[in-house]
């Protein structure tokens, strides 16, 4: 299995929809959890931490329920500019520092 | 504005060849990392670096090695490269400030190993 698993996609969808991501880990202790964005061709980008508690960044949601060891992303109202490919990624457990990163979510955004 | 620069964007290799790869971080960040990408892989991690000298084993280390002499330099080290080694490689840095601390990377290297 996995560390960290996530549909690959492509998700399309058309301007304006919303759009959620799921990612399941296995590591049970992780304790720091991200999305990060990579456009075509160029690095990861950090998009968001993801907390306990759930948090929001303008359109962007995330949530984490450790008892399932899931995270979700949740878009809405997409835009064109939002295609990308969205990485889950999760620390090692007792190693602050090492990232396990999932094979990404490609998203394309349409008119 | 946080920078990683890597030296070379695209590279072409002959098997066999020693082939050497830099990556410059002026954040002061005590992590670094190299890792490679590949389709359908995602990320994996070659080496770790989480002090100047210091240096420990990704998941994939076989037939690399790094370098760590400086805080912002850190250096991978194909010691005879392989057509097997022809990817994207990708340097990151991070500060050692606890859980949620960001990883920052480099524009990436495409390598062709012929």
């Known amino acids: 299995r996995k560390e960290v698993e996530q549909d690959p996609g492509p998700f399309n969808v058309p301007e304006g929809a919303t759009v959620a991501f799921n990612c399941t880990y296995s590591?049970?202790?992780?304790?720091?959890f991200f999305w990060y964005r990579q456009d075509c061709r160029k690095e990861p980008k950090l998009l968001m931490s993801?907390?306990?508690s759930g948090n929001e960044d303008g359109r962007f949601t995330a949530q984490l329920n450790r008892a399932s060891q899931y995270i979700s992303l949740l878009i809405r109202d997409s835009k064109l500019s939002d295609s990308a490919t969205y990485l889950c990624?999760?620390?090692?457990?007792?190693?602050?520092?090492?990232?396990?990163f999932g094979t990404g979510t490609r998203l394309q955004v349409t008119l | 504005d946080v920078k990683v620069t890597q030296s070379s964007r695209y590279l072409v290799k002959r098997t066999g060849e020693k082939v050497f790869l830099e990556c410059v971080q002026d954040m002061d960040h005590e992590n670094m990392f190299w890792y490679r990408q590949d389709p359908g892989l995602g990320l994996r991690l070659i080496y770790f670096?989480?002090?100047?000298?210091?240096?420990e084993k990704g998941d994939i280390p076989e037939g690399y090695s790094v370098s760590r002499e400086k805080k912002e330099r850190f250096s991978l080290i194909l010691e005879s490269a392989s057509t097997n080694q022809t990817s994207m490689y990708l340097c990151?840095?991070?500060?050692?400030?606890?859980?949620?601390?960001?990883?920052?990377f480099g524009p990436g290297t495409r390598l062709l190993v012929l």
């Open positions: 670096s989480y002090d100047v000298k210091m240096k």
């Open positions: 590591n049970s202790a992780s304790q720091s």
């Open positions: 990624v999760v620390n090692r457990g007792g190693t602050a520092s090492k990232l396990t």
């Open positions: 990151a840095s991070s500060s050692s400030g606890g859980y949620q601390e960001t990883q920052y």
């Open positions: 993801v907390y306990s």
